[in-house]
């Protein structure tokens, strides 16, 4: 049962009463305040507010487990009340904002915005603002939110004056995010497409045309390593299209074995390569990591020649390899990632920084498309890769932050599956 003093001086109060079915239905009772003076008594009326209950009921239901936030502010920001979703979206308990200035969990960039826009819905009736921006979480994460308030008129019994309906659209932000990287990534391919395709193609058709009018076979030779350049140019190309996205589903790669089958699709003597049994085994994608190989081993082939060698190693903590070149142990702890290293001509030091861009390279014949792989290949992975100068003069590729597989590494891992 419940009491309250009514605007038009009456006492009013609600309860349950039962019907002659035996059902319950609620009623409201309200007794005149000053009945008149004729009568001996007290005046008092009853109305049937059932239904009015159940509908209140079923609002109060929707708005509670809805899971976008309602909220009512007044017109400097002030958070006057907020329904339970505050918890589940942002993670502060029910209540724990209100009286708070919400303005002041704006992130900043978007501070300017979200006040020009609550100025403007309190300044014309009926306007209907729309923002999306991001909110500090009770965890300390910016969560981005979309935002549609208005104004409330004067005569509802609301303690603020605008209305505004929030939902999370963290997640829907982050997916556009992925587009936006993957269509900047078709558009870069296409731009690499149309001009590294260019050159092979007008020395094809140049030497194929000289061929009709001579019958020089030399210039079919040139039509035929114009024919294989193109198709280098295209599977890099497919690579660098194919490998930007986020390995989302990882699993244990054997990098020993992955390392050692990347050899037989290199063009790089797979006699001139060292892999360390020792390397451990991570946790990634194993059809990536392998392309990470072999972009590798063919840039060797490109920049420092056949006689060239190559170790692939572990990377111990004390920033060197495990395997100084001379069989000695360098160190105790395989842990932090991989290091593949040279003893061509190496890679300048004003060059470092620049060496993973796209389209940058030292030769006229290449892409500059193969250590822009390795590096986007490695950030998929959540990888760091740097590039410094090696024990033997050439270049060293460092892998650092890897996912280890506790307790393994490629030999052990390869041994099991030679016994399977």
């Given at each position: 049962?419940?009491?309250?003093?009514?605007?038009?001086?009456?006492?009013?109060?609600?309860?349950?009463?039962?019907?002659?079915?035996?059902?319950?239905?609620?009623?409201?009772?309200?007794?005149?305040?000053?009945?008149?003076?004729?009568?001996?008594?007290?005046?008092?009326?009853?109305?049937?507010?059932?239904?009015?209950?159940?509908?209140?009921?079923?609002?109060?239901?929707?708005?509670?487990?809805?899971?976008?936030?309602?909220?009512?502010?007044d017109g400097n920001g002030v958070l006057r009340y907020a329904t339970p979703a505050a918890g589940r979206v942002l993670g502060y308990d029910h209540g724990e904002l209100v009286d708070e200035n919400v303005l002041e969990y704006v992130h900043p960039d978007d501070h300017e915005t979200v006040v020009e826009e609550l100025h403007r819905g309190l300044a014309e009736p009926g306007y209907t603002a729309t923002v999306e921006h991001r909110f500090?979480?009770?965890?300390?994460?910016?969560?981005?939110?979309?935002?549609?308030?208005?104004?409330?008129?004067?005569?509802?019994?609301?303690?603020?004056?605008?209305?505004?309906?929030?939902?999370?659209?963290?997640?829907?932000?982050?997916?556009?995010?992925?587009?936006?990287?993957?269509?900047?990534?078709?558009?870069?391919?296409?731009a690499m497409v149309s001009h590294d395709i260019q050159t092979p193609l007008s020395v094809a058709s140049g030497s194929l045309e000289l061929y009709r009018q001579t019958g020089d076979e030399t210039a079919l030779e040139r039509v035929?390593?114009?024919?294989?350049?193109?198709?280098?140019?295209?599977?890099?190309?497919?690579?660098?299209?194919?490998?930007?996205?986020?390995?989302?589903?990882?699993?244990?790669?054997?990098?020993?074995?992955?390392?050692?089958?990347?050899?037989?699709?290199?063009?790089f003597p797979a006699d001139r390569v060292t892999v360390d049994p020792d390397l451990p085994?991570?946790?990634?994608s194993e059809a990536r990591v392998r392309s990470l190989f072999?972009?590798?081993?063919?840039?060797?082939?490109?920049?420092?020649?056949?006689?060239?060698?190559?170790?692939?190693?572990?990377?111990?903590?004390d920033g060197g390899s495990e395997d100084d070149g001379d069989g000695e142990d360098g160190g105790d702890d395989a842990g932090e990632g991989f290091v593949v290293e040279d003893n061509g001509p190496g890679i300048a030091t004003a060059d470092a920084d620049s060496v993973f861009e796209l389209g940058n390279t030292s030769g006229s014949d290449g892409t500059g498309?193969?250590?822009?792989?390795?590096?986007?290949?490695?950030?998929?992975?959540?990888?760091?890769?740097?590039?410094?100068?090696g024990r033997h003069g050439g270049a060293r590729f460092e892998f650092r932050g890897v996912d280890v597989v506790p307790g393994e590494n490629g030999a052990e891992v390869s041994e099991r599956g030679r016994q399977r």
């Open positions: 049962m419940s009491t309250a003093e009514g605007d038009d001086d009456r006492l009013r109060t609600e309860a349950r009463v039962r019907t002659a079915d035996g059902g319950w239905r609620w009623l409201e009772f309200a007794r005149a305040a000053r009945p008149p003076a004729s009568l001996d008594g007290v005046v008092v009326t009853a109305r049937d507010v059932t239904e009015l209950k159940r509908v209140t009921e079923r609002f109060r239901h929707l708005v509670e487990t809805a899971s976008d936030l309602l909220v009512v502010l500090r979480s009770k965890s300390g994460e910016w969560r981005w939110l979309e935002s549609r308030g208005r104004s409330l008129p004067d005569d509802l019994a609301l303690e603020g004056n605008i209305v505004v309906v929030t939902r999370d659209v963290t997640e829907r932000r982050r997916r556009e995010g992925q587009i936006a990287a993957q269509n900047e990534r078709l558009e870069r391919f296409a035929d390593r114009a024919l294989l350049r193109m198709s280098e140019l295209t599977s890099d190309l497919l690579t660098l299209a194919r490998e930007g996205g986020r390995v989302d589903d990882p699993v244990p790669v054997d990098l020993f074995a992955v390392a050692t089958a990347a050899l037989e699709t290199s063009p085994t991570v946790l990634g072999e972009n590798l081993f063919r840039n060797v082939a490109d920049h420092a020649g056949p006689d060239a060698r190559v170790w692939v190693e572990p990377f111990s903590d498309i193969g250590l822009h792989v390795v590096d986007t290949i490695a950030s998929a992975h959540g990888w760091e890769v740097s590039v410094t100068a």
